[in-house]
């Protein structure tokens, strides 16, 4: 709710979700928030409508510790395995990966 490049970036993550949603695809939103209020609201009104956690802990995060986020927003692109295939990809470069990587 309080990370302004985050809160940018939503209409284009919710635009690449709308387009590869599915059996393949999925998000799983790890929120760095304080709040529960905060965090619930900036959900409802940017229209994220895949899952979301939060530990509430801020940088703090157990996630965020297990994978050593210094900066947000910040992703991972996992296989169906669980390994990790890219990071902070965004936009169409986002979008041309899970192309290639669900045809």
């Not at 994978?67 to 992703?75: E, R, S």
Request: with cysteine; hydrophobic share 45%; charged share 25%.
């Amino acid at each position: 709710s309080w990370c302004g490049p985050c809160r940018q970036a939503n209409p284009s993550i919710v635009a690449t979700y709308k387009k590869f949603a599915g059996d393949k695809f999925d998000i799983l939103a790890v929120s760095l928030d304080k709040t529960r209020e905060n965090w619930v609201k900036a959900i409802a009104d940017d229209q994220l409508t895949w899952t979301h956690v939060s530990d509430l802990k801020y940088w703090q995060s157990e996630v965020a510790q297990l994978y050593n986020v210094k900066a947000i927003p910040f992703n991972l692109l996992l296989d169906p395995e669980g390994k990790i295939v890219a990071r902070n990809l965004m936009g169409a470069e986002l979008d041309a990966r899970l192309a290639s990587l669900l045809q």
